[in-house]
């Protein structure tokens, strides 16, 4: 019965091992998503800009306000995924196995 015990004890291991790998992809994937429309974000607003500037106007107030709270929310939103990310690396992995036998033993 120990073999089977060890067994299932091993493959809930690499089961779990697994779902970490997964969730991590998971929120990576979120966070390059978060990035890109961050990214359009920054470039709407240097759109209207430039093309506030181009015609000789500054770029109406509100437009102004509507852009730049996007950027801060999708920027908000890539930090928030970054430090999620950076605090599962500094967390121990639970499914390394203890080191086994050490020196002590039957000889």
Request: aromatic share 4%; hydrophobic share 40%; proline share 4%.
């Amino acid at each position: 019965m120990a073999l089977w015990d060890k067994l299932k004890t091993e493959l809930d291991r690499a089961g779990k091992a697994a779902q970490g790998a997964l969730d991590e992809g998971k929120t990576r994937l979120e966070a390059f998503r978060a990035r890109q429309l961050a990214d359009k974000a920054a470039q709407a607003l240097g759109y209207a800009v430039f093309r506030a500037k181009q015609a000789g106007t500054d770029v109406d107030w509100q437009t102004l306000q509507r852009l730049v709270t996007a950027l801060a929310e999708k920027e908000a939103e890539v930090q928030r995924l970054e430090k999620e990310l950076a605090a599962d690396d500094k967390t121990p992995d639970e499914t390394t196995p203890p080191p086994e036998g050490g020196t002590g033993g039957a000889a």
